[in-house]
């Protein structure tokens, strides 16, 4: 398994922007595909964004798409989601992932975060 730890949240007004950053600890990063999910209270755990071992190929949620972007750079080990034109409805705890295969279902991802709270207000 991947270790991954998240960092970058925060409180922030809507309209506001934050970016995430997921550090890997593996040295095979570039093997495994990266996902960004989030938890809201009460809510199931979903995909927000998914990003190929390359990087050349990303994809998101209906939610986010045009307001959040999905990197990430294989030299550094790191994974990157930044947030954008962030609205009240994308308060959530925020987790990275790690995935042998392209899924957009959380129970594909085998490597978790500890996840990071990203909150904003209106």
């Known amino acids: 398994q991947v270790q991954l730890v998240e960092s970058g949240g925060g409180l922030v007004q809507a309209g506001g922007s934050l970016r995430l950053s997921c550090a890997a600890s593996?040295?095979?990063?570039?093997?495994?595909?990266m996902g960004w999910f989030r938890q809201a209270p009460g809510k199931e755990r979903a995909m927000v964004a998914t990003?190929?071992?390359?990087?050349?190929?990303?994809y998101y949620a209906d939610s986010v798409k045009g307001r959040f972007t999905i990197s990430r750079d294989n030299a550094k080990n790191t994974v990157y989601l930044q947030m954008n034109s962030l609205k009240p409805e994308d308060t959530a705890v925020y987790y990275c992932?790690?995935?042998?295969?392209?899924?957009?279902?959380?129970?594909?991802?085998?490597?978790w975060g500890q996840g990071t709270q990203v909150t904003v207000s209106s």
């Open positions: 992932a790690a995935a042998p295969y392209l899924s957009s279902t959380a129970s594909d991802f085998g490597s």
């Open positions: 990003i190929t071992r390359s990087g050349l190929s990303t």
């Open positions: 593996e040295r095979t990063f570039s093997n495994y595909i």
